[in-house]
């Protein structure tokens, strides 16, 4: 077994090679992808996958070491297109997935060569999301999917999509659900980029009509898919409370806007500097933590997420409201307009904050759930909106 010393010297050894792998590349998503295959080639882009499947085996602390040293790098930046697939997608086909499966989907998705989306949530199944109407009918030796989704980040650029549908209405709703593997470049698949009030179109609709999908490439086995849409989320709740996803507006950056505000020596902003630095500190230290409920990391880097954005909209007024003509976020100057704007999506993305905090009361301190008149009766026999 390798030991932390050792390992660490192998991905300082790595990130010395990346800059000039990226040097040439300019286009966001290919920097990204060439930056994933180069980890996936040196061994470093599985650590946590059995070796069976083209990992290593190796334990979190691992983890937590790569991903240290990667926040460190001052001479290269990597986005988070991939993150959906890298993050949820694939570490759930890992842990439930078939053979077939697995090999199928887990090397080119960990090399980037795929990118994923997460076809969960419907115009009517959002914080309910077992109540979801997307039908999936096994045809011969495909699935036919019609349906919509609604809030998908990346669909407009991925290849594959992890998806619930009901495959069964003739039982309780948490049971008639499967997840399926469904290729988006296909006729049946049509997607609608959502304009948000950054400028930028990072949600998605999807909508389905006979949409086709091989019969054996479904994720664990057929019904059960309640169950691994809440394995999913949890690698996903896990993921964002760990700095994946949208990014909060740095303190750093944040106390360098306070000093050349000329605002630095007031005492309201110091404390304000303070508080945002000191939850910074509470993730970092939250993430060390094993075995820790991941709805916990997720709240707390919500609320880092809002709070910045406050103490950004104090700091940079009236700049930080104040835009024209290019899109947020594009430009130095309106970076602050951006963080503000998007700072909301934080409480939403992974589950809204009331939803996070239901399951931490129901699932770590015990309490009762909130009664359920449809829970236990056919699906098919359910009043729909």
Request: charge should be negative.
């Amino acid at each position: 077994m390798i030991s932390e010393s050792e390992f660490k010297e192998e991905v300082l050894s790595f990130f010395q090679r990346v800059p000039q792998l990226l040097e040439e590349i300019e286009d966001p998503f290919e920097r990204e992808r060439t930056f994933i295959a180069a980890c996936y080639d040196s061994n470093l882009g599985a650590l946590n996958y059995p070796v069976e499947d083209g990992g290593r085996g190796l334990e979190q602390r691992f983890i937590d070491i790569f991903r240290q040293e990667l926040r460190n790098q001052n001479s290269f930046s990597i986005g988070n297109a991939f993150g959906v697939g890298i993050g949820f997608c694939l570490p759930t086909i890992r842990d439930h997935g078939s053979e077939e499966i697995r090999k199928r989907f887990l090397k080119p998705g960990l090399r980037g060569e795929e990118m994923w989306c997460q076809l969960y949530s419907e115009p009517g199944a959002g914080s309910d999301l077992a109540g979801l109407t997307t039908r999936a009918e096994l045809d011969g030796d495909e699935w036919v999917v019609s349906g919509q989704k609604v809030w998908t980040s990346g669909a407009s650029v991925a290849d594959l999509g992890i998806l619930l549908a009901r495959t069964n209405w003739d039982v309780p709703k948490h049971q008639g659900i499967s997840m399926l593997i469904l290729p988006m470049n296909q006729d049946g698949v049509e997607v609608r980029p959502l304009k948000q009030m950054t400028g930028t179109s990072s949600f998605n609709e999807v909508f389905m009509d006979n949409a086709k999908i091989p019969a054996s490439w479904v994720v664990g086995s057929q019904g059960d898919g309640w169950r691994m849409a809440v394995a999913l989320l949890s690698h996903e709740r896990s993921s964002l409370g760990a700095g994946g996803g949208r990014q909060p507006l740095s303190v750093n950056d944040l106390i360098a806007l306070a000093q050349e505000s000329g605002v630095n020596a007031d005492p309201l902003v110091r404390q304000l500097l303070a508080d945002l630095f000191s939850g910074s500190q509470i993730i970092t230290w939250l993430n060390l933590r094993s075995g820790i409920h991941p709805s916990i990391g997720k709240l707390w880097r919500t609320k880092q997420g809002r709070a910045a954005s406050k103490v950004a909209s104090k700091l940079a007024f009236p700049g930080g409201v104040a835009w024209q003509g290019e899109p947020l976020g594009s430009s130095e100057t309106n970076r602050w307009a951006y963080g503000i704007c998007d700072s909301p999506a934080h409480s939403l993305g992974g589950g809204t904050d009331e939803v996070q905090k239901n399951t931490l009361g129901e699932r770590v301190l015990g309490l009762p759930r909130e009664p359920a008149v449809d829970i236990d009766i056919p699906f098919s026999e359910v009043r729909k909106n």
